[in-house]
């Protein structure tokens, strides 16, 4: 069940990146095509708070890709479902709602980064 949903999330994931890349260049393709001087229109928001707010989400997503990838990669390894700092079981409802969850509920307040931390 673990790898078929993190699979899923995988591919939603990465269609996502894709539909955020294919906006992002149309915005630089509806840019490159238009002499008007959105900086100053003041009926919408600025091609450039759109491209930022847009890379912005890619980023997003590109985390998120790479947070699952390495689920995918603990998942392999035998130690998906456990905490990446303590080595405690997460809980099955956390997992669903996060399935590339590192971190147990009492751990995910701390600020190392968790790929650097072996469990205790």
């Given at each position: 069940?673990?790898?078929?949903?993190?699979?899923?999330?995988?591919?939603?994931?990465?269609?996502?990146?894709?539909?955020?890349?294919?906006?992002?260049?149309?915005?630089?393709?509806?840019?490159?095509?238009?002499?008007?001087?959105?900086e100053h229109d003041p009926e919408g928001v600025t091609i450039g708070f759109e491209r930022?707010?847009?890379?912005?989400?890619?980023?997003?997503?590109?985390?998120?890709?790479?947070?699952?990838?390495?689920?995918?990669?603990?998942?392999?390894?035998?130690t998906y479902g456990r905490c990446v700092f303590c080595g405690e079981a997460i809980p099955?409802?956390?997992?669903?709602?996060?399935?590339?969850?590192?971190?147990?509920?009492?751990?995910?307040?701390?600020?190392?980064?968790?790929?650097?931390?072996?469990?205790?």
């Amino acid at each position: 069940m673990d790898a078929e949903r993190l699979r899923e999330e995988h591919e939603s994931t990465a269609g996502r990146i894709a539909s955020l890349a294919r906006q992002v260049d149309a915005l630089a393709e509806q840019q490159a095509l238009t002499t008007h001087d959105d900086e100053h229109d003041p009926e919408g928001v600025t091609i450039g708070f759109e491209r930022a707010q847009l890379q912005g989400l890619l980023a997003g997503a590109r985390r998120d890709l790479d947070a699952l990838d390495r689920a995918s990669r603990r998942l392999a390894e035998g130690t998906y479902g456990r905490c990446v700092f303590c080595g405690e079981a997460i809980p099955d409802a956390r997992l669903e709602a996060l399935p590339a969850v590192e971190t147990c509920l009492a751990c995910s307040g701390r600020r190392v980064d968790p790929r650097r931390v072996s469990p205790a």
